[in-house]
T-cell receptor, first 110, second 116 residues
Framework: QKEVEQNSGPLSVPEGAIASLNCTYS??????FFWYRQYSGKSPELIMS????GDQEDGRFTAQLNKASQYVSLLIRDSQPSDSATYLC??????????FGTGTLLAVQP | DTGVSQDPRHKITKRGQNVTFRCDPI?????LYWYRQTLGQGPEFLTY????????KSRLLSDRFSAERPKGSFSTLEIQRTEQGDSAMYLC??????????????FGSGTRLTVV
């Protein structure tokens, strides 16, 4: 079992819709979770972080964490074509070393 | 601060040659990380430093790979006797670190290595 699992996609949503990206992890000791956006040929860019159960909102982005279910999600409201990218989920432990999933490709259709 | 800098951006080398990459982290960040990413995969952890100390090296990393951060500032990653399987994007990232705190990383633009 991989430490961080994501559906590779592509996830296709129409412009203006809510995109929902999901991630599961295997280590109950994981303490921090991050979502990165990566455009093709570019390096990952941090967009959200979450450390405790519940929701964390920043603009159009909401991260959700459920430690009991070992599940992290990212919601993107009012999706734009510029949101089309690969979204990487990562988990961190006590040492702050991050383990990444394989990423989900999001395609927002105009 | 201009962020995390990596040099070179691209490197094409012949199989069997040695290559060295450089990373300059954000100046106030005491943690520096190296990752490798291949097409369709997420970044794979290679090694990380806290100041000049190398704290962990991936078990998947062969002895042909070595990294240094001699003065706790910039870091170099050297690959000896390159193989075609080493072709990948090599990403450097930095972060602050304090005990029991959690920080996301800031990545550099990466060095794309092609071994021919």
């Amino acid at each position: 079992q991989k430490e961080v699992e994501q559906n590779s996609g592509p996830l296709s949503v129409p412009e203006g819709a809510i995109a929902s990206l999901n991630c599961t992890y295997s280590d109950r000791g994981s303490q921090s979770f991050f979502w990165y956006r990566q455009y093709s040929g570019k390096s990952p860019e941090l967009i959200m972080s979450i450390y405790s159960n519940g929701d964390q909102e920043d603009g159009r982005f909401t991260a959700q964490l459920n430690k009991a279910s070992q599940y992290v999600s990212l919601l993107i409201r009012d999706s734009q074509p510029s949101d089309s990218a690969t979204y990487l989920c990562a988990k961190g432990g006590a040492t702050n070393k991050l383990i990444f999933g394989t990423g989900t490709l999001l395609a927002v259709q105009p | 601060d201009t962020g995390v800098s990596q040099d070179p951006r691209h490197k094409i080398t012949k199989r069997g040659q040695n290559v060295t990459f450089r990373c300059d982290p954000i100046s106030e960040h005491n943690r520096l990380y190296w990752y490798r990413q291949t097409l369709g995969q997420g970044p794979e952890f290679l090694t990380y430093f806290q100041n000049e100390a190398q704290l962990e090296k991936s078990r998947l990393l062969s002895d042909r790979f070595s990294a240094e951060r001699p003065k706790g500032s910039f870091s170099t990653l050297e690959i000896q006797r390159t193989e075609q399987g080493d072709s990948a994007m090599y990403l450097c990232a930095s972060s602050p670190w304090r005990f029991k705190a959690h920080y996301g990383y800031t990545f550099g633009s990466g060095t794309r290595l092609t071994v021919v």
